[in-house]
């Protein structure tokens, strides 16, 4: 299957601080995705980019496709406490969606 | 309604029991995927529908998991002879048209432990 590798693995910011994390692979996909995950939940779509190259915000959230097409990055400004939790890319390929390893975010009052 | 719904929420089944997982996806999607997400991992595709029929199965595992959506609505999974490495959250989710560029919406899972 694909393989997707995100980094940091975790991360412990003080709130406040911005906050990057990103996503690599050794396959290009057409779309990629950034996820959070709260504890017992499913994962909730944060942001979705569908053109290398794509710069795209939501609020504190800003997220990049690589125009290799085979790497993502989010940034997310201005840390608060609900930001807590674990973050994954996906890309898609056809009707899949492979998600990479996650980064888990703690943000520290 | 409003959302996916996965029930149960919570399952601790026997090693070699039979399980069933259910899921009800948001009213008109026509997608419906199943994933398997262990723990400190990200989800793990198994199967997708698109209506009643499995257009890509290729994640399955092997022939103890089985999958039907026999109306194109809510989806049952199924898992034969249960192991303990079959432990993990079952992620359901639906979307309006299969590989939507909107993305799934997940449920909140349905965590199988097997003893």
């Known amino acids: 299957g694909q393989q997707l590798n995100q980094s940091p693995q975790s991360m412990f910011i003080q709130e406040g601080e911005d906050v990057s994390m990103n996503c690599t692979s050794s396959?290009?996909?057409?779309?990629w995705l950034w996820y959070k995950q709260d504890p017992g939940e499913g994962p909730v779509l944060l942001i979705a980019?569908?053109?290398?190259?794509e710069l795209t915000s939501n609020g504190r959230l800003t997220a990049q496709f690589g125009i290799t097409r085979k790497d993502s990055f989010l940034n997310i400004s201005a840390s608060i406490p609900s930001d807590v939790g674990i973050y994954f890319c996906?890309?898609?390929?056809?009707?899949?969606?492979?998600f990479g390893t996650g980064t888990s975010l703690t943000v520290i009052p | 309604g409003a959302g996916v719904s996965q029930t149960p929420s919570n399952k601790v089944t026997e090693k070699g029991k039979y399980v069933e997982l259910r899921c009800d996806p948001i009213?008109?999607?026509?997608?419906l995927y199943w994933y398997r997400q262990s723990l400190g991992q990200g989800p793990e595709f198994l199967i997708y529908?698109?209506?009643?029929?499995?257009?890509?199965d290729s994640g399955l595992p092997n022939d103890r998991f089985f999958a039907v959506r026999p109306e194109g609505s809510v989806s049952t999974l199924k898992i034969q002879r249960t192991e303990r490495g079959d432990s993990a959250v079952y992620l359901c989710?639906?979307?309006?048209?299969?590989?939507?560029?909107?993305?799934?919406?997940f449920g909140s899972g349905t965590r199988l432990t097997v003893v």
């Open positions: 989710a639906s979307s309006l048209t299969g590989g939507s560029p909107y993305g799934y919406t």
């Open positions: 996906a890309g898609q390929v056809r009707s899949q969606f492979y």
């Open positions: 396959s290009i996909f057409n779309t």
């Open positions: 980019l569908y053109k290398a190259g």
């Open positions: 009213s008109g999607h026509t997608a």
């Open positions: 529908f698109q209506g009643t029929g499995a257009a890509d």
